[in-house]
């Protein structure tokens, strides 16, 4: 769904969306507004990635690649004037996770209204899982074990 925002011929009008115009139409993608939400969760002390266990494994393909999706874990509804926003998050071990949520909704809420211009709705935070700082040295060691030459 887009956000499609009306405005009148009259002189100056503000919509919505905050975008001053004399006439036509401003249509907001809700991929525009997910790439936003994404971004701005990312920006977030303590968050490690976005998205549950077969979003991030895509996201790893992608990034093989370097094409990263930065609306990966996020989904929005938009209306006419308003959004909501579904986030999925990865923390950082040991960060406080009340807090880590809390500050990923109120940089989202935050991005939503300055760049798109609409009012927020709701932000609802996941925190799916936590990432252990191990993890990444278990697999710098598994590669330093395996048989370079056969």
Same mark, same amino acid.
């Given at each position: 769904?887009?956000?499609?925002?009306?405005?009148?011929?009259?002189?100056?009008?503000?919509?919505?969306? !905050?975008?001053? +115009? +004399?006439?036509?139409?401003?249509? &907001?993608?809700? !991929? /525009? /507004?997910?790439? @936003?939400? *994404? &971004?701005?969760?990312?920006? @977030?002390?303590? =968050?490690?990635?976005?998205? $549950? *266990?077969?979003?991030?494994?895509? *996201?790893?393909?992608?990034?093989?690649?370097?094409?990263?999706?930065? $609306?990966?874990? /996020?989904?929005?509804?938009? *209306?006419?004037?308003?959004?909501?926003?579904? &986030? =999925?998050? =990865?923390?950082?071990?040991? =960060?406080?996770?009340?807090?880590?949520?809390?500050?990923?909704?109120?940089? @989202? +809420?935050?991005? &939503?209204?300055?760049?798109? $211009?609409?009012?927020? #709705?709701?932000?609802?935070? #996941?925190?799916?899982?936590?990432?252990?700082? +191990?993890?990444?040295?278990?697999?710098?060691?598994?590669?330093?074990?395996?048989?370079? @030459?056969?």
């Amino acid at each position: 769904m887009t956000n499609v925002t009306p405005t009148t011929s009259s002189s100056k009008a503000v919509t919505p969306a !905050g975008v001053q +115009s +004399s006439a036509g139409k401003n249509t &907001i993608a809700e !991929g /525009v /507004v997910q790439k @936003v939400a *994404g &971004i701005a969760a990312r920006e @977030v002390r303590g =968050v490690h990635a976005l998205g $549950g *266990g077969a979003a991030r494994a895509l *996201g790893a393909i992608r990034g093989v690649i370097n094409q990263q999706d930065h $609306g990966q874990g /996020v989904s929005v509804e938009v *209306g006419e004037t308003q959004v909501a926003a579904d &986030i =999925v998050i =990865v923390a950082e071990y040991p =960060v406080e996770l009340q807090r880590v949520a809390d500050d990923v909704r109120k940089s @989202v +809420s935050d991005a &939503i209204s300055q760049v798109v $211009g609409m009012q927020v #709705t709701e932000v609802n935070v #996941t925190v799916s899982d936590v990432h252990l700082p +191990s993890d990444d040295a278990d697999k710098g060691e598994s590669d330093k074990n395996e048989a370079r @030459v056969l």
